[in-house]
């Protein structure tokens, strides 16, 4: 019969145990405080009914009330060891793991006692100290000394909050107070209960090692209870560093983190009244605070509205403890009204400015000390990463938006640019552009004038990116007012210089050269204003055309046409004429225009091609071998002319 | 301070010699632009740029030198450049800056100039 009920026991609790099974140290205490008090309301009525029938039997004393006490007695010992039996059971299970060692501990100390009781009977055998089945006994008495080693109370008690600690503490002495006269209780082997020595036997033992139990509890819950306050501090902060680790990375919502710092101040510093302030251009420009009561309200309106409290504030750049108010303020300046003592302030640094203030008040002078400080420290320590990273968040943002802006920029240059290559008999046009970032200063129109002629421009503006971009699209515009088509080439290159020059920073200036072909007279005009030279490849000869020519913007009109001069050229089958920006002959020469100028004639006297595009595959061959990273705007134009 | 570029300073009456070293481009263009602003500042307007040991002259380094030429010339002053390497000879040669200033073999022939007050102008 007891090896079902045990095993029913064990079933139980390991169900029990099941469901809170992976209870944690610190939560230990509420389980363990849970079943002491389902415990000690059974002990407790246990103990009323005992003492009801103990009245009435000095009253009227009769055998068969004796006797109702006595299976009363019974059913609630039964139900009693039933209870505790599978709490102790289900604390074993639960704690299992980590203490292993002390039910083994508790399992070899009950077959030492067992052979000890054992060898006492065989040496002296007079009188048994148990009475029935030996066998019996030792699984209680194992029991009972697993149950006792069954888990360490020392972690689990310190780490408990202090209330749990506190309930354990009164639980532990209540249930100390009910098991004590249960085991007082005597076996007078009168009716069915008393006569039963194993349930006796069981439950005293029981009760024993729960007492045990309890004791240790007890003992354990009043040496710790005077350190719980400053462990459950030292908890929190543990705790709060690990939520501040989490918010920290909530880049994007700073107000966020500004509230969870006013929070976590006012609970770690004892709710003392908390208030972030933080400036732009040295103004307030923000008010956090964190506070319980009105009280603690007009603390916080005393500091933000008094002048005096505010210039304390703000000059400080360090962290800093005020100890005493009344003691550093003069008492005839606002000591009278003042409503607050003492206060903790730390500066929040951004770029090395400062662009806040946490402060944190209490009424009582010397309330905050150094440890305190500290852990303000660290909160604004975080909230600095935090705004560190909301500040390169948005700056990813910006440049997100400066790329698109960038992107359309580029879109709106390529409009600029001449969109497909116009169909001139007897003409076979290549052309190769690559601006070296999203826009650049390079820049190329063909217009066709006529059916025989047709004007080739290349223009390069002096530096790279948005400026050189800006400068081109005022070039395209000029050129686009010009009377391209009526007007000669020298005209028009003046009159670019005459619009641009004092118009535009005197440090920009634009090269360009033209390039005007008749098909019909079969010649070419060049004009070169400070750009690179023409190279014509004719038969067997390349041949590299200089002419005289000042950069546009750089003089007055009068010395730039001054300088300005046009080399004409015939036509004859077959022959190649190349307009080229100086990104090309930098690559070719490593940043040496005249080495790559040469490099660029020599790779072409060097191949063989058969058309303007395939002689423009050679020439970016060499280029991408050279392995120049292209840092600068490239672009070539490819015109043969050619009989059929 | 940028090593690939530097700039040295030398008065001799009222000229100013500016040496300049390494590579001149868009990055290090406003540590001679500062120099020169600093030298009108000085009152001096009579300017020889050696380039002896310039390496790289790039767009962004010539536009320094327009910058200033016509406020100095209309003072009645000139930037003139001495010991000119080839390699940024051609680049001046390339965009007319030697129609625009007087570039001479040596720092003597440019204070000699200077000293027959031949200078150029804009117009």
């Known amino acids: 019969m007891w090896i079902l009920l045990v095993t029913i026991l064990i079933v139980l609790a390991y169900f029990k145990s099941k469901v809170s099974k992976f209870v944690s140290a610190s939560k230990f205490g509420e389980h363990f405080l849970e079943n002491s008090k389902t415990l000690a309301f059974s002990g407790l009525i246990f103990l009323f009914l005992n003492l009801i029938f103990q009245m009435i039997n000095i009253f009227y004393s009769s055998h068969l009330l004796k006797l109702i006490h006595n299976e009363i007695n019974l059913i609630f010992y039964v139900s009693f060891s039933f209870l505790f039996f599978s709490y102790q059971l289900g604390w074993i299970f639960q704690i299992k793991r980590k203490n292993i060692h002390l039910l083994m501990k508790g399992l070899y100390l009950s077959i030492f006692l067992y052979v000890f009781i054992l060898t006492t009977e065989i040496l002296f055998s007079e009188q048994s100290l148990f009475k029935g089945s030996e066998l019996k006994y030792f699984i209680v008495l194992t029991f009972a000394f697993l149950f006792l080693f069954s888990f360490n109370i020392k972690p689990w008690v310190p780490l408990s909050t202090r209330t749990v600690q506190k309930n354990i503490f009164w639980f532990s002495l209540l249930m100390i107070g009910i098991l004590i006269p249960m085991l007082g209780i005597e076996n007078d082997n009168f009716g069915i209960y008393y006569s039963n020595v194993f349930f006796l036997g069981t439950t005293q033992i029981f009760a024993f090692s729960l007492l045990l139990t309890y004791i240790r509890a007890f003992y354990y819950t009043m040496i710790s209870l005077p350190f719980s306050r400053v462990i459950e501090q030292k908890v929190y902060e543990v705790n709060t560093l690990a939520y501040l680790s989490r918010i920290v990375r909530n880049y994007n919502n700073l107000d966020g983190v500004y509230e969870a710092i006013v929070e976590l101040s006012y609970n770690s510093m004892k709710r003392s009244p908390s208030l972030l302030q933080l400036y732009r251009n040295s103004l307030l420009s923000g008010v956090k605070s964190s506070y319980e009561n009105e009280i603690d309200e007009k603390i916080i309106e005393f500091a933000l509205t008094e002048e005096t409290i505010q210039k304390i504030i703000r000059s400080v750049e360090r962290p800093t403890v005020v100890p005493s108010l009344s003691e550093k303020l003069n008492p005839d300046h606002i000591g009278a009204k003042l409503i607050f003592e003492s206060m903790c302030v730390v500066p929040i640094f951004f770029n090395d400015e400062i662009t806040g203030h946490l402060v944190v008040m209490n009424k009582i002078p010397y309330f905050f000390d150094e440890d305190d400080l500290s852990l303000l420290v660290s909160f604004v320590e975080t909230l600095e990463i935090s705004i560190e990273g909301n500040h390169l968040l948005l700056q990813t943002i910006e440049k997100e938006k400066y790329k698109r802006e960038l992107l359309i920029a580029k879109e709106m240059q390529n409009n600029f640019l001449p969109k497909g290559i116009p169909k001139i008999n007897n003409l076979e046009i290549e052309i190769f552009f690559k601006p070296s970032d999203e826009v650049g200063g390079d820049f190329y129109d063909i217009i066709q004038i006529g059916n025989n002629k047709i004007l080739f421009l290349i223009g390069d503006v002096s530096g790279k990116g948005m400026s050189a971009a800006f400068y081109m699209a005022l070039l395209k515009g000029i050129i686009l007012a010009s009377e391209t088509k009526t007007c000669s080439m020298f005209d028009l290159f003046c009159h670019l210089n005459d619009s641009l020059y004092n118009h535009i920073d005197k440090r920009i200036h634009l090269t360009m050269a033209g390039l005007l072909i008749d098909t019909e007279a079969k010649n070419f005009e060049f004009l070169r204003a400070g750009h690179l030279p023409l190279i014509t490849i004719s038969g067997n000869s390349t041949n590299i055309t200089n002419t005289c020519g000042i950069g546009i913007s750089l003089v007055s009109s009068p010395l730039f046409s001054k300088y300005l001069k046009s080399y004409k050229g015939e036509l004859h089958n077959s022959t190649y004429l190349l307009l080229f920006t100086d990104g090309l002959v930098e690559a070719l020469g490593n940043k040496e225009f005249n080495l790559g100028l040469q490099v660029l004639k020599r790779t072409i006297e060097n191949s063989v091609y058969k058309n303007s595009a395939e002689l423009k595959e050679i020439i970016l061959e060499e280029v991408n071998k050279n392995g120049t990273i292209f840092d600068d705007d490239i672009s070539l134009l490819i015109i043969r002319y050619f009989e059929r | ?123």
Do not use: W
């Open chain 2, 1 to 123: 301070m940028d090593e690939k570029f530097k700039v040295r300073k030398q008065t001799i009456n009222d000229v100013e010699i500016i040496y300049i070293y390494g590579i001149l481009d868009a990055h290090t263009a406003p540590l001679l632009e500062n120099s020169i602003k600093e030298t009108i500042n000085n009152g001096i307007v009579r300017i020889v740029v050696n380039c002896k040991e310039l390496e790289y002259i790039s767009s962004a380094g010539l536009g320094v030198f327009m910058a200033f030429v016509e406020e100095i010339r209309y003072k009645n002053g000139d930037i003139k450049f001495s010991e000119m390497k080839d390699k940024i000879f051609s680049i001046f040669e390339l965009l007319g800056f030697h129609l625009i200033f007087d570039i001479l073999p040596n720092d003597e022939k440019a204070l000699d100039y200077f000293k027959l007050n031949l200078l150029k102008k804009n117009e």
